[in-house]
């Protein structure tokens, strides 16, 4: 079965730490991986993706993931949070072909405190 | 328009009523999507389209549930005989041809009481 598990439901972490949440998924086709953030009232940004190539992958706002093949994972990093983070992070598979719908995690919910 | 919009961004209904959620997507996005999420939940595909045509509609809980975009531009999504657990935040997003990037809208909160 297709499907995308993120296992903390809920982090909290202070400002200026460092963050990883975890992703990992079940596909039967070569993947395409998403990071969404969604700040309350507000639709999804996208963070980053993977493709293919190099495996550790740059986004916005400072986040980067890295895919492990072998683990079935696509993990989101951050160096150093900045309290502005603190929103519901989602992991999304698709396919390698325009047109497929996502299917989501059921997201992680980020706190940063003070 | 700069992006993708969805409206009413909120809607109050009674249980039976019928109810149209409305997605204007980014002006030459011909890939149109909608998902649903429900409380506590990532957003679940619903319906795909590509132009006009509805590509893949597998994802429609049931047939009280359709849609259409009989322009290839804006989108309405309509249920029929709404139930409590349609309550829901519906989200559009759309796409370029071939792209597989999705933008996605503020979404419409549906609350059947």
């Known amino acids: 079965a297709q499907s995308v598990t993120q296992p903390d439901i809920h982090i909290t972490v202070s400002e200026g730490a460092s963050l990883e949440l975890r992703c990992n998924y079940s596909?039967?086709?070569?993947?395409?991986l998403f990071w969404y953030v969604q700040s309350p009232g507000q639709g999804l940004q996208l963070l980053l993706k993977y493709f293919s190539g190099d495996t550790l992958v740059q986004g916005i706002k400072g986040f980067e993931a890295e895919f492990k093949r072998s683990q079935s994972s696509f993990n989101l990093r951050k160096p150093s949070v900045h309290w502005s983070d603190a929103a519901e992070y989602f992991c999304?598979?698709?396919?390698?072909?325009?047109?497929?719908?996502?299917?989501f995690g059921k997201g992680t919910t980020l706190s940063v405190s003070s | 328009g700069a992006g993708v919009s969805q409206t009413p961004s909120n809607k109050v209904t009674e249980k039976g009523k019928y109810v149209e959620l409305r997605c204007d997507p980014i002006s030459g996005h011909t890939a149109l999507y909608w998902y649903r999420q429900s409380l506590g939940q990532g957003p679940e595909f619903l319906i795909y389209f590509q132009g006009t045509g509805a590509a893949d509609d597998s994802g429609l809980p049931n047939d009280r549930f359709f849609a259409v975009r009989p322009e290839g531009s804006v989108s309405t999504l309509k249920i029929q005989r709404t139930e409590r657990g349609d309550s829901a935040v519906y989200l559009c997003?759309?796409?370029?041809?071939?792209?597989?990037?999705?933008?996605f809208g503020q979404g419409t909160r549906l609350t059947v009481v």
């Open positions: 997003a759309s796409s370029y041809k071939g792209g597989t990037e999705a933008f």
């Open positions: 999304a598979v698709g396919a390698a072909q325009a047109g497929t719908a996502l299917i």
């Open positions: 596909y039967g086709a070569t993947p395409y």
